[in-house]
């Protein structure tokens, strides 16, 4: 194979003994590593294998517990709340969403709350944990404050992603999964490792000015919300991600807003911090709790390919329903391999060095 | 008072005559009127008595029963879809939200789907009516086709508003309220009596050519998705309108996507139909379903007081909490009156003399 790429088989044991290592249970750190790699195989390579290396050093600092047992700490008929016992958000995230699966299984719908979790990779694969089940799935997170409000310098809200699932009939599922953004922090990390600059109306300066260096976000400067500014309607993006933080953070009494503990283990904890970790939101609801499923999924198939067909701007480029790219990638990836940057090679190879393995 | 300008009152009185006048019960015109008029009051005028006249033209064209019986036609412990018998939206929307709080007191949340509606007014006074119940509220709405998805010359999206009301304890609640487009029709309504040119990222022509001409949607073009164009985001605008498309319109057994049945009573109505009427989608979550309310209540004032207090761009400047600007508007707009269109004063005259009314 050429250099750089690896085949996910060969990504997934490496993650998984890792895991193991850190002192995950086999089952565990199976789940967390097929999780972590359902980002790089599905083309959102800044939320995949690109990260083990800043959970090895969080986990280094005792931030994250590997013996970790998620548990229900609150529940309704509907509604769960699930502490994370400060595990990996990949192992903790897919116990929540099973909780609400459950719960739609019994009243028609079921909702969770997370609080002391961590990181949990892409927001979508969890919301699709509902297809099998006929279920539309919803996950969203909040995490470590990079993104300014309308008229803030200061970083007071995550990229806080939403991701919604919703099953078909004949055709694929729909699978939206979007940071609250203009653009993610991993588009900003791709311009950055080229040193190229950034398209106006993606970040901003210290003070509040709109700039186009990709670096500024170390020195002090913000992505912005969805919208890029008010003309743009940056204040919708702005109550899309608060209303992720306020529930994925207030709701489950986690952190929110600029308390939400960050990624890197050499950044220090936020001071005065009013909860526990990073917080996440999941929902499921069967789509028979809302009519017969067979309709549902005939009408689904409908707005499909009604969207398909929309009327091109240029012929040939049609309208994209949501789920199609990581669907495309996926197919392409699991069957050439995953490039890797070399820069997380080399992390890979120190981390494998670490723990007497082999990459 | 100043010319066009009239007591909320006033207002209120005329259009519960007018409702009462097309056949309603006078508790429903009642309600219906409040209804509408909270558009106004809360300082969205797009939304309010300005639409009185367009109302009236669909009820003249029969597609709207002023005798409507909304009832349940499917539900489980924590969903409902609500049939509205084709009745005003804004008296089928809050016997809806009504079965949305419901079944939230029984099992901790209420989901509620509603199809065979008509136009509702503004999304946030349902998602408010939680507010009161310590419940976080969530109302959306599908409606006509005016936005044209990413690669689309084709409009095949309503400007499918999102609302979320969330209580706190000592600090006024968090209101979200939005239009999934980069700017809402009333907007552009705003520029179009102006005579003045729209923004760049708003609209676009009927080839799918981003333009400034306000009146374009006469000829063929379309509002854009929040994000206004790919590097902007315009894909999670998409996926956002989409996902009040499908939860309001696929979900509920009400037409979706280009079939919604157009406002205004000279368009014919699309082919084909695959539904019945407008859809909406109500949510009720109890805050004491997640944990002790008064915790909430306390994190929500911090979440508040902390995002206030974020470091501003311009000194005196903070960040706007969502619901802030419409309870402002509304305190001043109780007192001093409300100040309408003379186009619009005219239609209502024309109602009046329609009805053997004053205005």
Known sequence: MEQNKFTYEKLLKFTCSVFEQIGCEAKDASSAAINLLNADIRGIDSHGIARLSSYIRIWEARRINAHAKPKIIHETQSTAVVD???????????????????????????????QNSNHFGIAGQYAMMALEHDMIGIAMTNASAIVAPPFSKERMLGTNPIAVAVPAGKEK???????????????????????????????????????????????????????????????????????????????????????????????????????????????????????????????????????????????????????????????????????????????LKSIAEKFSLVF
Chains 1, 2 share one sequence.
């Not at 993610?184 to 003070?207: C, F, H, T, V, Y």
């Not at 953070?249 to 911090?273: D, H, I, K, Q, R």
């Open 84 to 114: 994370g016992d400060a595990g990996l958000g990949l192992s903790v995230a897919p116990f929540a969403m099973q909780v609400a699966l459950s719960k739609a299984k019994a009243v028609g719908t079921g909702w969770v709350a997370v």
């Open 173 to 347: 599922p729909f699978v939206a999964d979007f940071a609250t953004t203009t653009a993610s922090n991993g588009k900003l990390e791709l311009l950055q490792r080229k040193n190229q600059g950034a398209p106006e109306g993606w970040i901003q300066d210290n003070l509040g000015e709109g700039v186009t260096d990709a670096h500024i976000l170390k020195n002090g400067g913000a992505l912005l919300p969805l919208g890029s500014d008010l003309t743009g309607g940056s204040h919708k993006g702005f109550m899309l991600g608060s209303i992720v933080d306020i529930l994925s953070g207030v709701l489950s009494g986690a952190n929110f807003g600029p308390w939400v503990p960050p990624l890197p283990a050499y950044l220090p904890l936020p001071e005065g911090m009013p909860g526990k970790g990073i917080g996440h939101f999941f929902g499921a609801m069967r789509i028979d709790a809302f009519g017969p499923g067979e309709d549902f999924k005939k009408n689904m198939d409908l707005w499909i390919q009604r969207f398909r067909s929309a009327q091109p701007v240029h012929s040939g480029q049609n309208v994209i329903i949501p789920g199609d790219p990581e669907r495309e990638a996926e197919a392409i990836l699991r069957k050439n391999g995953v490039v890797l940057h070399p820069e997380v090679v080399s992390e």
